[in-house]
């Protein structure tokens, strides 16, 4: 078995971590995009970024499918007014990225506005060199908490 010398080692490391922490941010940028989509209703741009396979559950525990989600912005049933995501953590493990955190949201949903207080998991997904959404689950923090 060969030796390797700890400097190789070390280096090897680092330039393993920074691939990672470039992927983080990758992740993170891609999320960025996706808010500032949903905000806009820009459908073209989510198109992009959610995974045909996506899963979508919702803090109300209803479950969408890519094209239930897009529909629903589509046809006005969901509009996004305002969101902010914070704390978040991202884990990169190869093409696949995990995200935690919170996220703060106005909607109109069904024609009434919510304020949304929500923790999160999303599962991201890197597909011919793009991170896309694939699952999401939120559920609602307590008022009380």
């Known amino acids: 078995m060969p030796i390797v010398a700890p400097k190789v080692v070390k280096e090897i490391l680092k330039t393993m971590n920074e691939t990672r922490n470039r992927e983080q941010l990758a992740v993170l940028r891609a999320d960025d995009e ?3 989509a949903m905000i806009a209703n820009n459908l073209a741009v989510l198109d992009q970024l959610l ?24 046809d006005g049933r969901v509009k ?6 914070r704390d978040a953590v991202v884990a990169v493990y190869g093409t696949i990225a995990l995200m935690h955190g919170q996220t703060v949201m106005q909607a109109v949903i069904d024609g009434t506005t919510k304020q949304l207080n929500n923790l999160f998991q999303a599962v991201w997904i890197q597909r011919e060199g ?13 008022a009380t908490r």
């Open 34 to 36: 996706r808010y500032g």
């Open 51 to 74: 995974d045909g396979d996506l899963v979508y559950t919702h803090s109300s525990a209803i479950v969408d499918t890519k094209r239930q989600y897009l529909d629903s912005l589509r």
């Open 80 to 85: 996004y007014v305002a969101a902010d995501r």
């Open 130 to 142: 793009n991170w896309r959404l694939l699952a999401w689950a939120s559920t609602v923090i307590p």
